[in-house]
């Protein structure tokens, strides 16, 4: 399937063949202007130190099994480029917005709720709501530990962890949120590809 990035109503990226472009997806970005940016009361940390999540996170498989995570892939368009919507936490972390899921809540309800608790006025959204669309990639941890892979590694009988990247399509405008202890930042894709040491997306 072949993707088009259109920004303010021009192709600016795509891919794919010409014999597939009736099946084409059209993703429609808009300038970061078109955007309010505002802040809200801090949201506590669960994890000071990586050992501590890394605690949490055997507690919650002990308790539970297998982890499951979602995050969004937003993108904005500033100086005529794509930019990735990442906050940053501590001044040091940058990740795509979303987090675990609970109990027996469905892919697509966990990410609003996230959504809505990082990137809201209040948690319950706004009136426009969030519009999850595809699931671009899943991401698999084997281990405990912070490596992750783009597919679950064929001698992995029990992974620990599993994260799902979903494409969120934004209106022409919108309010962003954010709790004071987080940043919201642009970033150019060009800086993320291969830059994984730097972005811990």
Not at 35 to 64: C, W
Not at 125 to 140: A, N, R, Y
Request: with cysteine; proline share 5%.
């Amino acid at each position: 399937m072949g993707d088009e990035v259109r920004s303010n109503g021009n192709v600016s990226q795509s891919s794919g063949n010409s014999d597939d472009q009736s099946h084409a997806t059209v993703i429609d970005i808009y300038s970061l202007s078109n955007y309010y940016f505002g802040s809200k009361e801090v949201i506590p940390f669960k994890d000071e130190t990586l050992a501590d999540r890394v605690q949490r996170m055997k507690s919650n498989y002990a308790a539970h099994g297998l982890r499951t995570c979602v995050q969004a892939v937003i993108l904005v368009e500033l100086f005529k480029h794509p930019h990735l919507l990442l906050l940053q936490v501590r001044n040091s972390i940058f990740k795509l917005p979303g987090g675990r899921l609970r109990l027996g809540e469905s892919d697509i309800d966990g990410l609003r709720r996230k959504l809505s608790r990082k990137l809201s006025a209040n948690e319950s959204g706004d009136e426009i709501g969030w519009e999850v669309g595809e699931c671009l990639g899943m991401w698999w941890k084997p281990d405990f530990e912070t490596l992750v892979y783009p597919y679950l590694p064929p001698n992995v009988k029990c992974p620990k962890e599993c994260t799902k990247l979903f494409l969120v399509r934004l209106p022409d405008s919108r309010k962003f949120i954010v709790p004071k202890n987080l940043k919201l930042l642009a970033v150019p894709l060009c800086q993320i590809h291969e830059n994984h040491k730097f972005f811990d997306t």
